[in-house]
């Protein structure tokens, strides 16, 4: 259309990871502009946002776990996908605006990346979302397509990229070949099961309650899936179940590798359950190009070697993992024209 063609001159589009975890924002031409957590703040039993609209992201993130009553610090998007609808359309609707304030006359398109599993009611509650939080038109784009196009892979080309994106609510395995998703597997674990275990772990084994955040900071610090040549403790503090009072203790990364096999156990599963479903001549491929991870989880110590060990191919950690996916994305914009016709979005098929 050549009126959208027009707008589009006019306009900052930009592409976004909408993470369990993080949100990324791209812009055409800028690279990423906003990384923020996916956190709001609201009024305890309202959905009214607090500091008129702005205790969104890294502001709200201090917040977690730490508000008094009378405030919610929520994480609108569980498991890759929108449980709280209103909150999430405030949180992109900040966004948006955080970015699109800096220039452009009309509102942006927008290109979210979302995980490849989910259902038709759950994209259509994303480009809802969108729409309502001051987007044009909204392009979805499946997370692998997206990692794997950000990574750098030769997805066009007529031979197998394996990519295995580990965010925080899912990870997304997909075989890529001819700008196409060959097969692929979305399973609903990632990087919150880990510190779900490791909070389960201080629980069961010293009665010690700890907070998402503070065991997060344990499966950063000392976390990881294979033994290490030294292996590490840590402090940590929280509240005895048993006495409510506030407790030290000193834990080690043995014990929290023993705690997060069982989410590490899952990827590896589902990395092989994909592996088995590809076509003979794609798997043939994998022996010389590889398999790539991306996403928080991939900067998990030794992920790579459990990975290649299970498979027995060669396991690589794409550059600036984090941000694949929103890189993807940011590369989506730039071909729109070329593309929009291959993504959902809100103007064919979704009447």
Known sequence: MLLDTILGWFSMDMGIDLGTCTTLVCVRDKGIVLNEPSVVAVRKGTNTVLNNGEAVGLVAREMLGKTPGSISAIRPLKDGVISDFEITEAMLSYFIRKVHDRGGLVRPRVVIAVPSGITAVERRAVIDSAERAGARRVYLVDEPMAAGIGSGLPITDPTASMIVDIGGGTTEV??????????????????????????????????????????????????????????????????????????????????????????????????????????????????????????????????????????????????????????????????????????????????
Request: hydrophobic share 40%; aromatic share 2%; proline share 2%.
């Open 174 to 351: 997909a075989i890529l070949s001819l700008a196409d998703i060959a097969t692929c597997e979305s399973i609903r674990i990632g990087g919150d099961d880990m510190d779900e275990a490791v909070i389960n772990h201080l629980k069961k084994t010293y009665n010690l309650l700890v907070g998402e955040a503070r065991a997060e900071k344990v499966k950063i610090q000392i976390g990881s899936a294979t033994a290490m040549d030294e292996e590490l403790t840590m402090e940590i503090a929280g509240r005895d179940t048993i006495s409510g009072l506030p407790r030290k203790i000193v834990i080690t990364s043995e014990e929290i590798r023993e705690a997060l096999r069982e989410p590490i156990s899952a990827i590896i599963d589902a990395v092989t359950r994909t592996l088995e479903k590809a076509e003979p001549e794609l798997a043939a491929d994998l022996i010389d190009n590889g398999v790539h991870i991306c996403g928080g989880g991939s900067l998990l110590r030794g992920m790579d070697t459990v990975l290649a060990n299970a498979t027995g191919l060669k396991v690589e950690r794409v550059d600036d993992p984090l941000s694949s996916v929103a890189r993807g994305t940011s590369v989506y914009l730039e071909n729109l024209e070329l593309w929009k016709d291959t993504m959902d979005h809100n103007e064919y098929g979704w009447q």
